[in-house]
């Protein structure tokens, strides 16, 4: 061999060497804490545990607990993330070392970690799908922007709360240090986004960081103007999706790092890592979209209250209505009551309940619903709750009243406007000729309008008024104190700047149609949301029987007294609050491995299976003292299958509706 070449071989010899005994030095591992415990985001009950695994010496500064990880599981790199730190491992064999430290920002805080423990071992679900839910992606531009400090703490004196009994107490306890808890009762013409700030200022003023959970966009906007007017720019963020992740993330990394100690958001703002957290809120716990539709489908109410139990903060629960979960924790003794006294409430607004078949006006509209109108619009704005949107939402024969249907598919005919054909709505055929198959007759009527009908039948009646609608992808956020008429789908009511003369609330009968376990719980919650939006002095009506005891709640602004008779009549039936249920979704063949492989506690009951939705379905009921027993079975019966990988089955514990 020439010199020049082996020279040249013997250098890069002697590199190769040199980069192996560097790569050895690196994975050694770490002189002090050498094993990362670390939560491998696999999505199967058998593996839902930590795993250790060597820290290398590259990574000894990097790998703290909280941080991003790869690590080799199963022969694929997965990600997971670093929970702690030891000295010494379990595990008799040598350990893999962690492959990188994706990113070395802390982003699962302790509290977080031991919350989705909790949260997984209570829905029967994995760890890694709570953690899911709690940690947003990374966006690795907004981790390298730091996050700026938040303004010294203004002193903030309270108003709104001034009619409320007991209020002074709990606030002060509050900005002391306290851990009070409360279900608070909203009052008509209430301005509950600047209670929930004063409280949150409260607790803010006394040195600890508070998390506001609410419902929907429009909610967090409410109460972030609530918290910037009542603190100043810089002291919260908000938690939500619209902003896009680099948004978010920016947001996260504020709370997490401890630059910003308020967090008002959705619900999976719940799990945010606020520092020194010392208030939980949350509005409208009975609003359906506070039940995560992922598994292992957690409700915010429960994650909230988890975590007050955990990291021992106050506890505030609010809203216009009361659901029985919350009057629960009233009856209990675990919480307090806050409410305005019944002479506040009389002196605030006024309600009746009228019967729908007084038609002496129009075909929808009874006489004292359009007095209530009338009288409204001399002096502001009328809101209008209608529960079903578009025009005609279902459609019948004029003559012998036979629901009108497709002649192509059998469906449901509705109308999108005064001058379309009547359509489908199941597969869109358009029917130019309809015909009633039982009578003959082409006549047809509507037995159930939307909005954008009953907005056309004010317009008549009211002429020269404007009339707004609000509802689908054309939700209105405000609306002035100008004298028109808001005609609004459920959730869809905007809020008005002086609040509302008068709330009219139609075709109540329909919002009770449904075949729901908690059908009037809902129906009650809608109604008093809308007519919570009323100003001091306003008038509401609501049209149906008014025999009904929803109805004579809402007459009555009796959240309380209502959700009480739920309870009491739920506990008779078994039903929760005072049972604990969980379903089991799948087909035959796998509910029938589920219900030999389960091992149930004692008095537990077993319904079905009953087909659902193409697949068939499984109740499982015990007693409330029994709820941890039967999901601790659930669990057991997860890990099986997923060790023994069986059929696939959904499993939901306390579902929000049967």
């Known amino acids: 061999m020439l010199p020049g070449l082996r020279a040249a071989v013997d250098d890069a010899r002697a590199k190769a060497a040199a980069t192996r005994r560097r790569k050895a030095a690196a994975w050694e591992p770490a002189a002090t804490d050498p094993v990362a415990r670390v939560l491998v985001d696999i999505a199967l009950a058998h593996l839902d545990r930590p795993f250790d695994y060597a820290v290398p010496v590259s990574m000894a500064d990097t790998a703290v607990p909280g941080a991003r990880v790869k690590v080799r599981f199963a022969g694929q790199d997965v990600d997971g993330f670093v929970v702690e730190r030891a000295s010494t491992s379990d595990h008799t064999g040598s350990l893999q070392p962690l492959r990188r430290v994706v990113s070395p920002e802390p982003v699962l805080a302790p509290e977080i970690a031991h919350l989705s423990e909790t949260l997984a071992r209570r829905y029967a679900g994995a760890r890694s799908?709570?953690?899911?839910?709690?940690?947003?992606?990374?966006?690795?531009?907004?981790?390298?922007?730091p996050s700026p400090a938040a303004p010294a703490v203004p002193t903030v004196t309270s108003t709104a709360w001034s009619e409320v009994e007991h209020a002074?107490?709990?606030?002060?306890?509050?900005?002391?240090?306290?851990?009070p808890r409360a279900v608070w009762s909203v009052a008509p013409a209430d301005d509950w986004p600047a209670m929930v700030a004063?409280?949150?200022?409260?607790?803010?003023?006394?040195?600890?960081?508070a998390l506001v959970c609410v419902p929907d966009r429009r909610d967090v906007a409410r109460v972030d103007a609530a918290l910037t007017s009542v603190?100043?720019?810089?002291h919260h963020v908000c938690l939500t999706a619209d902003g896009g992740p680099a948004a978010r993330y920016r947001d996260f990394l504020a709370v997490s790092?401890?630059?910003?100690?308020?967090?008002?958001?959705?619900?999976?703002?719940?799990?945010?890592?606020?520092?020194?957290?010392?208030?939980?809120?949350?509005?409208?716990d009975g609003d359906d979209l506070h039940a995560e539709p992922r598994a292992p489908y957690p409700h915010t109410r429960e994650v909230l209250l988890a975590r007050a139990e955990q990291q021992g903060t106050a506890v505030l629960i609010g809203g216009a209505a009361r659901t029985p979960e919350a009057q629960q924790l009233v009856t209990s003794g675990w919480a307090h009551e806050l409410a305005v006294p019944r002479a506040v409430l009389r002196r605030r607004v006024r309600v009746e309940a009228v019967p729908a078949e007084d038609r002496s006006v129009g075909t929808r509209i009874p006489r004292a619903a359009y007095d209530a109108v009338r009288r409204g619009l001399t002096t502001g704005p009328v809101l209008v709750q209608t529960p079903r949107a578009g025009y005609a939402a279902s459609l019948a024969c004029d003559t012998c009243r036979t629901p009108a249907r497709c002649t192509a598919c059998t469906g449901p005919l509705a109308l999108a406007g005064p001058t379309e054909p009547p359509q489908c709505r199941w597969c869109?055929?358009?029917?130019?000729?309809?015909?009633c198959a039982a009578c003959g007759g082409r006549g047809l009527r509507a037995p159930v309008r939307g909005e954008a009908r009953t907005a056309e039948e004010l317009g008549r009646m009211f002429a020269g008024t404007t009339v707004r609608s609000s509802s689908g992808d054309r939700v209105l956020d405000r609306v002035g104190a100008s004298a028109d008429i808001v005609v609004a789908t459920v959730g869809a009511e905007p809020v008005a700047d002086e609040g509302y003369a008068a709330v009219v609330l139609l075709d109540t009968w329909l919002t009770l149609a449904r075949?729901?376990?908690?059908?009037?719980?809902?129906?009650?919650r809608r109604w008093l949301n809308a007519a919570a939006l009323v100003r001091a002095g306003g008038h509401v009506v609501a049209v149906g029987d008014p025999a009904h005891p929803a109805l004579q709640a809402l007459v009555r602004w009796d959240p309380a007294g209502f959700a009480r008779r739920e309870a009491d009549e739920r506990a008779q039936a078994h039903l929760p609050p005072a049972a604990r249920m969980a379903t089991v979704t799948g087909d035959l063949g796998a509910l029938d491995d589920v219900l030999h492989l389960l091992d149930l506690p004692e008095a537990a009951e077993v319904l079905g299976p009953v087909p659902v939705d193409g697949e068939h379905r499984v109740l499982l009921r015990v007693?409330?003292?029994?709820?941890?027993?039967?999901?601790?079975?659930?669990?057991?019966?997860?890990?099986?299958?997923?060790?023994?990988?069986?059929?696939?089955?959904?499993?939901?514990?306390?579902?929000?509706s049967i």
Do not use: C, N
């Not at 019966?637 to 023994?644: G, Y």
């Not at 059929?647 to 939901?652: G, L």
């Open 129 to 145: 799908d709570v953690l899911r839910l709690a940690v947003p992606p990374r966006h690795a531009t907004a981790e390298k922007a």
């Open 168 to 179: 002074d107490a709990f606030l002060r306890h509050l900005a002391t240090g306290g851990a």
């Open 198 to 209: 004063e409280a949150v200022a409260a607790t803010y003023g006394g040195g600890r960081g």
């Open 231 to 234: 603190l100043g720019e810089g």
């Open 257 to 284: 790092r401890g630059a910003r100690r308020i967090v008002v958001g959705t619900r999976s703002a719940a799990f945010a890592p606020v520092h020194g957290l010392g208030l939980v809120v949350l509005w409208d």
């Open 428 to 435: 869109g055929h358009t029917e130019a000729a309809w015909a």
């Open 515 to 524: 075949d729901d376990m908690r059908v009037a719980e809902e129906a009650l």
């Open 623 to 656: 007693p409330w003292s029994a709820g941890d027993a039967l999901s601790h079975s659930l669990g057991d019966l997860q890990r099986l299958r997923s060790a023994r990988k069986l059929d696939p089955v959904r499993i939901q514990v306390d579902p929000l």
